[in-house]
């Protein structure tokens, strides 16, 4: 009863923040922004251009270049200022809508958890334990059997006349491989005892 009691706490503080949350969220940046001001900079560019051209048909070229670059530096920086407010207003409500997808998921595990029976655990811990026990048995059934192969009579090695054959086997290979042996060491000394006919004497 406490844990459910305790369960229908936590969803309404989740309700709660969900709701505050919404309450908190900055109005979508629109395109148009974007391209006002893109549009502007486009605008006050051409003018800036068209005042720096006309610098160079006057005496005092230098004085006149730096009041346009002055007023160039200003335009860009505010521009600027501007895209970043659009950037962080972005930022903010991705971040807001993070955080409700985040409460909303959270309330909705509130409420399975809510609606979860009671006794579906002890169902679950009770399928768990005949698994279990189902194990063990199939584990003793195989022990059992391997111990009753274990304990059966181990046939009677071979019998006295296998025994002389296998030997009778032995000693002809052994006499083989004599004779192997010595047909080598006598084709050796034959080819040691053949004289060396020595190498062609050049014209």
Same mark, same amino acid.
């Given at each position: ?70 007023? !160039?530096?200003?335009?860009? =920086?505010?521009? %600027? #200022? @501007? +895209? ?5 207003? $972005?930022? /903010? ?78 000693? !002809?290979?052994?006499?083989? =491989?004599?004779? %192997? #042996? @010595? +047909? ?5 000394? $034959?080819? /040691? ?11």
């Amino acid at each position: 009863m406490r844990s459910v009691a305790a369960a229908l706490l936590g969803l309404c503080f989740a309700v709660q923040g969900f709701a505050q949350t919404q309450a908190a969220v900055p109005e979508p940046v629109s395109g148009d922004a974007y391209q006002r001001i893109e549009a502007v900079r486009a605008r006050e560019t051409a003018v800036l251009d068209a005042q720096e051209a006309d610098c160079y048909q006057r005496f005092a070229v230098n004085n006149c270049l730096k009041n346009v670059q002055s007023r !160039r530096r200003a335009l860009l =920086a505010d521009l %600027k #200022r @501007q +895209e970043t407010r659009l950037h962080e207003r $972005e930022h /903010a409500l991705q971040g807001s809508e993070a955080l409700q997808r985040s409460a909303q998921k959270a309330v909705e595990a509130q409420q399975k958890k809510a609606d979860t029976p009671a006794g579906e655990g002890a169902v679950r811990a009770q399928d768990k334990a005949q698994e279990q026990s189902d194990k063990q048995a199939a584990h003793a059934a195989k022990a059992a059997s391997g111990a009753a192969a274990v304990s059966a009579p181990v046939p009677a090695g071979p019998g006295a006349a296998e025994q002389a054959q296998a030997r009778e086997g032995y000693a !002809r290979k052994q006499a083989d =491989a004599e004779k %192997k #042996r @010595q +047909e080598r060491a006598r084709r050796l000394a $034959e080819k /040691a005892a053949k004289p060396v006919k020595p190498l062609p004497v050049p014209p």
